[in-house]
Structure formats: C-alpha cells, structure tokens
C-alpha cells in the first residue's frame, strides 16, 4: 500500500481493504465548477481508481475566487473547466485515471456515461440537470449524492436508489429551490462545507460502508450560523415516476429538455444544436475572420467577439453567448455565425 494514502487507512472505517475498493471504483462528476473541482480534488487525493468529469464551460475570472482548482492562466487560455481539471488532477496523482467530458450533460449523454459508474456527483446548477441525473441514477440503479449552494447556504443529500426517497420526490416535500448564485452570490466556505458532505458521503459508499451513509438531508447557513438536518424517509413516494413502483422517468425524455438555458450567475445564454455537431473550428475561424470578426480560440473552442457580445463555439456546435439574458435574440447570433 502506498505511503501516499497512509492517513486515510490508518482510518478504521476505511483501511486497507477499503483503501483497495476505493482503488477500484469509478465516480461520475456532472459539473466542473466550485462543488465539482473541490469534490474532484479531493476524491483524486483519496486515490480513487478513475474520474469522469463532465462540464460545459470554461474557465472565467469570476471562477478564481471559489472555483480551487483552476488558476489565472486557465482563464488567459479560456480553457475548458474539465480539461483544465484534468490537467491539474493528473499532476495531483497520476495513478488516477482522468476522463475529460467537454459538453452537456444531456439525457444521452448521461446514458453513455453512466455505465460501469459506481457513484454519480452533482455539482451542477441547474434542476433540470439534476432531475435527469436523479432519472438516470434510479434507471441505472447507480447511487448518486444532490448538492446545492448559494450565498452562505448549502444543502446534500444522498440518494440510494430503492432504500431512499430521490430527488423527484424531495421537490414535492422541502423548499430546495429559490435563490441562485445569479442573485445573491456565494462565499468559498459554504461551497468548502458542501464539498465535505459529498466526499464524505462519496467515501463511504466507495468502501461500501452502507450503514454509515447519512439518512437525513442537511442544510447549514455558516453566515447565520444555522445547521440542519432533516429525516426524510417518510418522503418516499410509491407512485413517483421517477423512483416509483412503476417508474417512466420523465426527465430522460427529449421533449423535457431546453435547446437554449440562461446560466447562472451571469449575463449568458447557452445555446445547443437540435443534434451534436462535429465543427472544424480551424475552419470556422477562417470563415468569420473573413467576415470581420476579431476571433481567437484553442483547440477546444471559439471566442468571436461582436460589437456588445460575445460568442463562444464549441466543437459539438453549442455555443454561449455572452452578454444577453434573451433567449431569443441569442438564437439570433447563433443562427447569424453558425446558419
């Protein structure tokens, strides 16, 4: 056994034998941002066997003062968030196998992504994200861990697909929704304390440790100094389509999904193709450079600059266009540069 993860098996409930099952295990991370790169750090430090991070965007500014694992030159590079994770976690511990998904984490996508998964992490911020991770886990009948924060408030919860209630069914129950970073911000701390609840809960399952995963969902505000924790076993609902005694799992289906979803805590608009894309984005920039676009880029995407917007290709054909809310006149752009 290495000495690297002597800390970790000195610790009873996880050992060597559960040093070996964290070894061979693989954990699916939807999202790349501040829960997702502090949730990848830590799993890669424990030594887990492999890593799937999944992230549609790319790495800003703003990001720095929460976002631990990107650094200033990851935001002069607009790097993408999973390849810029990738790249830092490989240098973190090399034994850990670390899968780059550039791209929404779509219904499809999380068909494909979800086999051989032993454990999904949300770190998303959006619920319609979330409820079709909440479809797939139930689907698949792969465990998966809800987190959320916002200003100085967090909230986790575990869901154990058939022993506990899944997310579909917690939204009829408890006031999960509301606030966003959009509107009120949030501090490096919560996100910190969040983070902790879901590894916590990752290892444990990873050791399969049953027992000892959390029954209730937490929820804490640091600022206010409130902490909570709520058993929610009763919330079990046996005629929920999603967890149900005959389930259909409604958020998997196409027409549930947006083409278009103003991103949280910014003045951008995501757009996507009616089907992926397969853009020479060398090509592209040739075209548009020609057209009088000031366009710069890597080899994973595009930033094309217009006279109050934005406009960043990626190669699947989605685009984000900053600075509008408008759905509409971003379908526009995207139209303009990509019809």
Known sequence: MSERYSRQTLFS?????????????????IGAGALGSGSAEMLTRAGVGELTIVDRD?????????????????????????????KRLQEINSDVTIHAVIGDANPEKLAELAVGKDLILDATDNFETRLAINDISQKCKIPWIYGACVGSYGMSFTIIPGKTPCLNCLLKKLPIQGMT????????????????????????????????VRPAFVSFDLWRNQYS??????????????????????????????????????????????????????????????LGYTVKGNPYLLSVEMKDERVVIFKDGRALVHGTKDMTAAKTLYNKILG
């Open 229 to 290: 924790s709520i058993k929610v076993g009763k919330a079990k609902d046996e005629s929920c389509l999603s967890c149900g005694e005959d389930p259909t799992y409604p958020f998997l289906e196409a027409e549930n999904q947006t083409k278009s979803t103003v991103l949280c805590g910014r003045d951008t608009v995501q757009v996507r193709p009616p089907k992926p894309l397969k853009i020479q984005l060398d090509e592209l920039a040739k075209q548009l450079g020609a």
């Open 13 to 29: 409930p996880i050992g060597k034998d559960g040093q070996e099952k964290i070894r061979g295990k693989h954990v699916l991370i």
């Open 181 to 212: 970073c959009d509107t009120v911000g949030v501090i490096s701390p919560a996100v910190g304390m969040v983070v902790s609840h879901q590894v916590a809960e990752a290892l444990k399952i990873l050791v399969e440790d049953w027992e000892a």
């Open 58 to 86: 790319y790495v800003e500014e703003s990001n720095l003062q929460r976002q631990q694992l990107y650094t200033e030159q990851d935001v002069a590079l607009k790097l993408p968030k999973a390849a810029a994770a990738k």
